[in-house]
């Protein structure tokens, strides 16, 4: 991984335009993803789905980021697809014969869905920070983290069924797993908006913070603990929540056995246990 650190770094600093990423704290191992188009409520343009993919893959490769942080700028997440814009995929030129708009817009939702996809294939994880509304899109964008705390102020809804449209990037494939079927049909079929301790009492966030000041504190601090183990450990747990979710238990056990049976020679488990008997903190490999 450390042979592609300094080509991802220097592609990070050429900058994104409708986001922010950065290392706000030099002492921590984590990299901030922030969207910042807070003039349009950080929707989701066709350039935002192109440099999503683009950031996290970066920090996939990046051996500096142990974990990342995906935020927002301004009053609000995100309020879901940007529509009627230039570049809009939903939109097919005057005349298009209906076979190939039909399949122009598979095609486009496709790439739509791998963007947000994106964030879950980044091998380190991400850890979503929600404040204000968080609508339809911005509800796909974190269905697609690791782990998602918001401030109280925050409310998620899927706007689609009241769009006549069915949510087609991830919602309804990740919700279910993540609050339950009933609660992810409720909020799909319903279109309510739910606040930010209903979102907690059913499993979409893990904890709600007072203010958008203590959830960046306390998401910052979080991220930045899970930095500082041991990066195998962490990248291979999350490979393995992910691969588990969609096997059979017999198959999930079978995967983690052969898994571990490769990285468990790793120097970090020695150090782990040597620190421990020494009644010391460790000091993990850097990737």
Known sequence: MASGGGSSEAELLRGFKTLAVAR????????????????????LSPEAFAEIPRAMALLDRLPAARAVVLSAAGP????????????????????TD???????LRRAILDMQAALTAVELCRKPVIAAVHGACVGGGVDLVAACDIRYCSKDATFVLKEVDMAIVADLGALQRL??????GNAAELALTGRRITALQAKEMGLVSRVFDSKQELDAGVAKIAKEISEKS???????KAVLLRSRDIT?????????????????????????KAFVEKRKPVFSKL
């Open 176 to 181: 279910p797993r993540i609050v339950g079927y």
């Open 249 to 273: 238990v017999e198959q999930g056990l079978e995967h983690v056995a052969t898994w571990n049976a490769g990285m468990m020679k790793s120097n970090d488990l020695m150090e782990a246990i």
């Open 24 to 43: 706000r704290d030099p002492a921590a191992a984590v990299y901030e993803v922030r969207l910042d188009r807070p003039a349009q409520r950080n929707a």
């Open 98 to 104: 209906p076979v190939a708009a039909a399949d122009g």
């Open 76 to 95: 609000h997440f995100c309020a879901g697809i940007e529509l009627g814009g230039p570049g809009n995929p939903l939109a097919a030129p005057p005349g």
């Open 231 to 237: 990066a195998w450990a962490v990248m291979g747990t």
